[in-house]
């Protein structure tokens, strides 16, 4: 069982940054696939970005690529998105979730835990 608890949105201008922090409880975090996903106001979820559980390995969607840094800590069972140059459409609430399943996945089901999600929102 894994728990997960994130951090770190809010209300911010067009251009600034966010950094989100997840962080999970128990000692399995490694054996994880981590995922940040988001989802707007009658949007589907989505995958945004994704770390493998060593931290070898990294996925970005193309609509954030070059603006987003997903990162982990294993020692400190915690994993990062870092969120540069934002822009109105990031605007959402972002979720952190863990897979078991091999690397990597970007469907909603192949992920197992998740956190109940941070809003984050982007004025222009």
């Known amino acids: 069982q894994v728990q997960l608890l994130e951090s770190g949105g809010g209300l911010v201008q067009a251009g600034d940054s966010l950094r989100l922090s997840c962080a999970a409880s128990?000692?399995?975090?490694?054996?994880?696939?981590m995922g940040w996903f988001r989802q707007a106001p009658g949007k589907e979820r989505e995958l945004v970005a994704a770390i493998k559980r060593t931290g070898g390995s990294t996925f970005y969607a193309d609509s954030v690529k070059g603006r987003f840094t997903i990162s982990r800590d294993n020692a400190k069972n915690t994993v990062y998105l870092q969120m540069n140059i934002l822009k109105p459409e990031d605007t959402a609430v972002y979720y952190c979730a863990a897979s078991s399943a091999s690397w990597y996945r970007v469907a909603v089901k192949e992920y197992d835990y998740w956190g109940q999600g941070t809003q984050v929102t982007v004025s222009s």
């Open positions: 128990g000692r399995t975090f490694s054996s994880y696939d």
